[in-house]
C-alpha cells in the first residue's frame, strides 16, 4: 500500500519536467495530509475490524474518513491561497487553483488504507494481489497516456478510486488468495 501512495512521486520526477515536478511535489504535500490526517481511524477500529461479522466497524470507519475527507477537499477548494501556504508558498502559484484535486485523491488513499485494514485485520491475502495490480497499473497508464501535473494526479486518483471499489465490493469473508 504505501509502495502505492508513493509511487506517483517517483514517477512525476521521471515523466513531468523539472518545473511540473515541482509543481506536483507541492501538491503532494496536500495529498499526505489528506492521506494520513485521519489514519487514527482504523488504527483505532483495527481490533473490531478482525471480530466485527456484521461490517459496521468497516462502514464507521469508512464514513469517518470519507467525512473528513469531504471537508479537507471542500475547505482545500475555497481556500487555495491557504492551502498553497501549507504546499510550500507563492513560488508554486502555478497549482494553487487545482490543489483540492490533490486533496481529493489524498482523501481516496485514505478510504482505501481503512478498507486495506479491514482485509489485513481479517487475514485476507487478495489485498495484497490487488494492491500489487495497482502498482504496476500506474506507470504503465501514465506511460500510454503522456500526462502533465493534473492528468498525473487524476490518473492516480482513479487507480485509488478503482481499488477502493475492488475492496469494497470483494466478500468481506475473503478475497482472492495467491495460488
Excluded at 510550500?88 to 481503512?114: E, N, P, R
Amino acid at each position: 500500500f504505501y509502495v502505492l501512495c508513493n509511487f506517483d512521486a517517483v514517477i512525476a520526477r521521471n515523466r513531468l519536467d523539472a518545473h511540473d515536478a515541482g509543481l506536483y511535489a507541492a501538491g503532494l504535500i496536500l495529498t499526505k495530509a489528506a492521506l494520513m490526517a485521519p489514519s487514527f481511524v482504523g488504527v483505532l477500529l483495527y481490533p473490531r475490524f478482525a471480530t466485527d461479522e456484521t461490517a459496521a466497524s468497516l462502514r464507521l470507519a469508512v464514513t469517518a474518513v470519507a467525512g473528513f475527507g469531504l471537508l479537507a477537499t471542500v475547505a482545500t477548494a475555497l481556500l487555495p491561497q491557504f492551502a498553497l501556504v501549507l504546499a510550500g508558498g507563492k513560488q508554486y502559484a502555478g497549482i494553487a487553483h487545482d490543489l483540492w484535486l490533490f486533496t481529493l485523491v489524498g482523501s481516496v488513499w485514505s478510504i482505501v488504507q481503512v478498507l486495506v485494514l479491514d482485509s489485513l485485520a481479517r487475514r485476507g491475502s487478495g489485498v495484497a494481489i490487488l494492491t500489487w495490480f495497482a502498482v504496476v497499473a500506474l506507470p504503465v497508464l501514465v506511460v500510454i497516456t503522456h500526462v502533465g501535473v493534473i492528468g498525473l494526479i487524476l490518473i492516480v486518483g482513479m487507480v485509488g478510486a478503482a481499488l477502493a471499489l475492488v475492496l469494497t465490493f470483494a466478500p468481506r469473508d475473503r478475497l482472492p488468495s495467491p495460488a
